[in-house]
């Protein structure tokens, strides 16, 4: 019974870290843009078509700034600090050829 109640709270932990807070996703060395967007990201950004990842704001549609979005999150978007290095460059690329920047 003490298990549990245990493993209870620890599922409660689990999905209250869920939203906002951070993530400890890892991408596997190989992973493609692509791969970790699916894995990491289509939950919250479905893809709007086979090739249209997101709509992104002028303020958002360049490298650097999708990385700094990722790795630092916001009030609703969780931060992913261990998007890092060649992973992060491959995963911005992704966003950034497959989104329309919204005018
Ligand atoms: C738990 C849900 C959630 C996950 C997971 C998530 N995001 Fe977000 N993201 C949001 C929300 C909500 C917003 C809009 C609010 C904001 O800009 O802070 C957003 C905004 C963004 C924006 C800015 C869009 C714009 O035009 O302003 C980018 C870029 C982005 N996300 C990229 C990503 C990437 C890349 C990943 C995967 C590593 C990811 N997000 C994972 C919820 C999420």
């Known amino acids: 019974m003490k298990q549990f109640?245990?493993?209870v709270a620890a599922s409660t932990l689990v999905i209250l870290v869920g939203c906002g807070g951070g993530r400890d996703y890892t991408p596997p060395a190989d992973a493609s843009g692509e791969q970790i967007f699916t894995t990491a990201c289509s939950e919250c950004?479905?893809?709007?078509?086979?090739?249209k990842a997101m709509i992104?704001?002028?303020g958002v549609a360049s490298k650097e700034a999708i990385?700094?979005?990722?790795q630092s999150g916001s009030m609703r978007m969780p931060a992913f600090k261990n998007i890092q290095g060649e992973s992060a460059?491959?995963?911005a690329d992704y966003v950034l050829k497959?989104?329309?920047v919204r005018k």
């Open 5 to 7: 109640k245990l493993a």
């Open 45 to 51: 950004h479905k893809p709007l078509s086979a090739d």
């Open 56 to 58: 992104l704001g002028s």
């Open 67 to 70: 990385i700094k979005k990722f």
């Open 89 to 91: 460059d491959r995963l």
């Open 98 to 100: 497959n989104s329309e």
